[in-house]
């Protein structure tokens, strides 16, 4: 491991001296593709650092333990023991920067939530997960547009997909793919009961034109008119598009927009991004359940989380994590559970790593 560190200090150094060339400046195709690497390389380098500086003082701590001045002894002693924590804590930290990434991190989200079992509750329960999302995307200066929705005559959504754009969006977003479960009592309920129901979500990230081809001729398109029920998710048109792909049979609509070109546009990412899914999802078919990560496979028939009204909990099943704090968590302050699987997932790397 400390053969690569010494290497991408290496590396950081130089792009760090090739990014101040006034040559390479003037070539900015060039120069953004240093900036880029060099921002890629930062945390790894600038952490490395910190390891050997701290290593370099307890080095010359051990040195002082030598002198014959018995307070300069003390000094080195108590500078040894803080050192002795906060080595290893770096060499984790290093440890973790050094795992392999995960290529679509960076990449915007497609955010896709269906009502599952529980007819019109779970469909309400979808619009609570839709704010939820658009809530927490506004907490972490992302930018969220619905991209196409299909409300309830009560409010509730039986189908929404959500473009979120921002830095590091799938890293966080990702750990959200899987069945979430709501217990409450519903308005309609006159009797008092407890109902449970359900709500699929889909993360999927933004996939470029080199990642997924799809032929002209393997789309069917369609124009028609916009409809909905208004509001903040549907803004009635004269040229919603529907995209079908024949070979799959994947369709994706987009109607938000009041150009028929940009509905278009948005309806290709999606499906680009669907397509991506699909393939990856068959690719890890061939993956056994035990090589699988708890967190990252993914499977979005599993239930993930349930959220109980009656107690004001959130519990994350695949780290068996609960908070009380519902009614936050439901507005948006969702990181505490995120970083705990994010914590999860980097342990259960770190085991192979």
């Known amino acids: 491991m400390f053969d690569k560190l010494?290497?991408?200090?290496?590396?950081?150094?130089?792009?760090?001296?090739?990014?101040?060339?006034?040559?390479?400046?003037?070539n900015q195709p060039v120069w953004k593709k240093h900036?880029?690497?060099?921002?890629?390389?930062?945390p790894v380098a600038l952490k490395y650092k910190e390891y050997q500086k701290a290593s370099e003082e307890m080095a010359?701590?051990?040195?002082?333990?030598?002198?014959?001045?018995?307070?300069?002894?003390?000094?080195?002693?108590?500078?040894?023991?803080?050192?002795?924590?906060?080595?290893?804590?770096?060499?984790n930290e290093l440890k973790i920067l050094m795992l392999p990434k995960d290529p679509n991190d960076d990449k915007n989200v497609i955010l896709e939530i269906r009502a599952g079992t529980g007819g019109e509750e779970a469909a309400l329960f979808g619009m609570d997960l839709l704010r939820m999302y658009l809530r927490y995307a506004e907490r972490r200066g992302w930018k969220a547009e619905v991209i196409d929705a299909n409300e309830t005559e009560l409010g509730g959504i039986k189908e929404v997909?959500?473009?979120?754009?921002?830095?590091?969006?799938?890293?966080?977003?990702k750990y959200?793919?899987?069945?979430?479960?709501?217990?409450?009592?519903?308005?309609?309920?006159?009797?008092?009961?407890?109902?449970?129901?359900?709500?699929?979500?889909?993360?999927?990230?933004e996939v470029d034109d080199v990642e997924v081809e799809i032929r002209p001729?393997?789309?069917?398109?369609?124009?028609?008119?916009?409809?909905?029920h208004g509001g903040q998710c549907v803004n009635t048109t004269d040229s919603a598009v529907r995209i079908t792909h024949l070979?799959?049979?994947?369709?994706?609509?987009?109607?938000?927009?009041?150009?028929?070109?940009?509905?278009?546009?948005?309806?290709?990412?999606?499906?680009?991004?669907?397509?991506?899914?699909?393939?990856?999802?068959?690719?890890?078919?061939?993956?056994?359940?035990?090589?699988?990560?708890?967190?990252?496979?993914?499977?979005?028939?599993?239930?993930?989380?349930?959220?109980?009204?009656?107690?004001?909990?959130?519990?994350?099943h695949r780290i068996n994590m609960t908070?009380?704090?519902?009614?936050?968590?439901?507005?948006?302050?969702?990181?505490?559970?995120?970083?705990?699987?994010?914590t999860s997932d980097q342990a259960e790397k770190m085991k192979n790593f």
Request: with cysteine; aromatic share 4%; net charge negative.
């Open 6 to 26: 010494k290497f991408i200090l290496e590396k950081y150094e130089e792009l760090s001296l090739k990014v101040s060339d006034p040559d390479i400046i003037a």
């Open 35 to 42: 900036m880029k690497e060099l921002g890629e390389l930062e």
């Open 60 to 91: 010359q701590a051990k040195e002082m333990l030598e002198q014959d001045d018995e307070e300069i002894r003390e000094l080195a002693k108590m500078e040894i023991a803080d050192l002795e924590e906060k080595i290893p804590a770096l060499e």
């Open 161 to 173: 997909e959500v473009m979120i754009k921002g830095k590091g969006a799938y890293s966080r977003m």
């Open 176 to 205: 959200e793919s899987g069945t979430h479960r709501v217990q409450r009592v519903p308005d309609t309920e006159s009797s008092g009961r407890i109902h449970t129901s359900a709500a699929t979500v889909a993360v999927l990230p």
């Open 217 to 228: 001729e393997d789309i069917k398109v369609d124009v028609y008119r916009a409809s909905g």
């Open 247 to 316: 070979p799959t049979g994947l369709v994706v609509t987009c109607q938000d927009e009041k150009s028929q070109l940009k509905n278009k546009d948005k309806a290709m990412r999606v499906l680009k991004s669907r397509l991506y899914d699909k393939m990856v999802r068959e690719q890890n078919e061939s993956v056994s359940a035990e090589r699988r990560s708890q967190i990252g496979s993914g499977d979005r028939s599993e239930r993930i989380r349930t959220y109980n009204f009656p107690q004001g909990r959130v519990t994350d």
């Open 323 to 342: 908070i009380y704090k519902l009614d936050s968590f439901l507005d948006g302050e969702i990181d505490e559970i995120v970083d705990g699987l994010i």
